[in-house]
T-cell receptor, first 114, second 112 residues
Framework: EAQVTQNPRYLITVTGKKLTVTCSQN?????MSWYRQDPGLGLRQIYYSMNVEVTDKGDVPEGYKVSRKEKRNFPLILESPSPNQTSLYFCASSLQGGRGNEQFFGPGTRLTVL | SQQGEEDPQALSIQEGENATMNCSYKTSINNLQWYRQNSGRGLVHLILIRSNEREKHSGRLRVTLDTSKKSSSLLITASRAADTASYFCATAMDTGRRALTFGSGTRLQVQP
């Protein structure tokens, strides 16, 4: 089944404790992206990747890191989480970026930073 | 910054009625897409309309695009309780490497 998976689905952590949210897709998509969703603000893009080893900042990249060493994986790293990073996070992928193809979303990761 | 803005923010209708949601955007686009999100879950792609198209249908969904007004509408006909969800428009611009910019969504409640 074609899908985007994220782990963990739920995470409660404390300020400053490094964490990684994994994202994997099995559709051989070139483009992958991370969003955060907050009430009243819709989805805001954190980082995106056009292909392996090619990543770029979105609208709200501060406090986050990403890597794209393999085509299927695009982990989101919070080196020193803070309470303002409490949010619902989505990973998404599409065949190619740049022309606005349909995006496939993961189920989301609900992160709480205390 | 948000490219697409949906209107209304929330909509409550009775089952069987039609639901219309609107989206306005600011810059020229390559295409506009509508997504659906059930509470707390990932978004699901509904329909894509290109900048040279004016109307598109998919089942009970009808999407229009007016590039002169920089606006789009999503019509759901004969709504069902299962249509209860948030609906987002997303725009893909002509230039740049970023794929989509999402609006803040319309929450639709369909009363059985």
């Amino acid at each position: 089944e074609a899908q985007v998976t994220q782990n963990p689905r739920y995470l409660i952590t404390v300020t400053g404790k490094k964490l990684t949210v994994t994202c994997s897709q099995n559709m051989n998509h070139e483009y992958m992206s991370w969003y955060r969703q907050d009430p009243g603000l819709g989805l805001r893009q954190i980082y995106y990747s056009m292909n392996v080893e090619v990543t770029d900042k979105g609208d709200v990249p501060e406090g986050y890191k990403v890597s794209r060493k393999e085509k299927r994986n695009f982990p989101l790293i919070l080196e020193s989480p803070s309470p303002n990073q409490t949010s619902l996070y989505f990973c998404a992928s599409s065949l190619q970026g740049g022309r606005g193809n349909e995006q496939f979303f993961g189920p989301g990761t609900r992160l709480t930073v205390l | 910054s948000q490219q697409g803005e949906e209107d209304p923010q929330a909509l409550s209708i009775q089952e069987g009625e039609n639901a219309t949601m609107n989206c306005s955007y600011k810059t020229s686009i390559n295409n506009l897409q509508w997504y659906r999100q059930n509470s707390g879950r990932g978004l699901v792609h509904l329909i894509l309309i290109r900048s040279n198209e004016r109307e598109k249908h998919s089942g009970r969904l009808r999407v229009t695009l007016d590039t002169s007004k920089k606006s789009s509408s999503l019509l759901i006909t004969a709504s069902r309780a299962a249509d209860t969800a948030s609906y987002f428009c997303a725009t893909a611009m002509d230039t740049g490497r970023r794929a989509l910019t999402f609006g803040s969504g319309t929450r639709l409640q369909v009363q059985p």
